[in-house]
């Protein structure tokens, strides 16, 4: 499958696994039989044939016993990765869920995005947690694609719908309404155009505004844009915490292109800390 690891694949999947280890079962046998004095003593032939098969029996049931034991943790880690399977998959459905209130929503100010920048963050933190306990198998990928869907779907549409107007308003900022009206036009303009030739259009955009003299000092006044928002960024925009979900797919991502208003936002606010955090986030995820 396109999503699935292949190289990851276990060992123990590949049907020549069993042949293997009985053709190195009989190959430990007669290596040890061959350093053993004498390995077939005189009276051994004198045993009947009721203990040669009592002594097969004894060893199909210690057999019988160490395959029912396997076959019993196999079940139950099959059920662990149903349950997992299962969870990951609701998980997937509360973020869709999620981004659809935000992206529907009136108006995108400060009480909506902490909202779903916490429930998001929230959400996509247990999603990790379950995913990595997965095994890299169909199912694995499957859930994957999943994840896939919202991220370009669902969160992309989210993202879109990010107002940096009713940010300012719900801050107590008086922006000169020139200025959100050239980003709402921007805005209309790649949409109609699908401009791919200056990405950073946007984000450029509202940097400028927010690094305006006038504009700057009333930020610096207010109450600080909220952590989470940057939390937000490095769980959901950040490559080397998405290279797992994405795989299958040769997207860069970028928080400046798929999420202008929160990246300007961030750096704004919280350029410092985003440092450490992304010098944190590649050691970790090397």
């Not at 190289?7 to 049907?15: E, I, M, R, V």
């Not at 019988?64 to 034991?69: D, H, K, S």
């Not at 998980?91 to 869709?96: A, E, F, P």
């Not at 928080?255 to 990246?263: G, I, K, Q, S, T």
Request: hydrophobic content about 45%.
């Amino acid at each position: 499958m396109f999503f699935e690891k292949k190289n990851f694949k276990k060992l123990t999947d590949s049907p020549i696994c069993a042949d293997l280890v009985a053709v190195l079962t009989v190959l430990a046998i007669l290596a040890s039989a061959l350093y053993v004095k004498d390995p077939f003593p005189a009276d051994f032939w004198n045993m009947k044939l009721i203990d040669i098969i009592n002594a097969i029996a004894q060893f199909a049931t210690a057999g019988a016993f160490v395959f029912a034991v396997f076959q019993y943790r196999k079940s139950k880690e099959s059920e662990r990765q149903a349950v997992l399977i299962k969870e990951c998959r609701y998980l997937i459905d509360s973020m869709c869920v999620t981004c659809g209130e935000f992206s529907g929503s009136k108006r995108q100010g400060l009480k909506e995005t902490n909202k779903f920048t916490t429930k998001m963050s929230s959400l996509g933190s247990s999603f990790d947690e379950i995913f990595r306990e997965l095994e890299e198998d169909t199912h694995k990928a499957i859930v994957r694609m999943h994840w896939q869907e919202m991220y370009f779907s669902n969160l992309h549409h989210a993202m879109e719908a990010w107002s940096l107007g009713d940010v300012f308003q719900d801050l107590g900022i008086d922006i000169a309404q020139s200025h959100l009206q050239k980003l709402t036009d921007l805005r209309d303009q790649r949409v109609r155009r699908a401009d791919i030739i200056d990405l950073f259009a946007e984000y450029n955009s509202i940097k400028r505004i927010l690094e305006n003299d006038n504009l700057s000092s009333q930020l610096m006044k207010t109450a600080q844009i909220t952590q989470d928002y940057l939390f937000f960024e490095m769980r959901f925009f950040l490559n080397d915490s998405l290279k797992d979900h994405l795989y299958g797919y040769l997207n860069i991502i970028n928080a400046r292109v798929r999420a202008p208003v929160l990246a300007a936002l961030n750096e704004f606010f919280h350029q410092d800390l985003k440092e450490i955090m992304v010098k944190q986030a590649q050691k970790t995820n090397p």
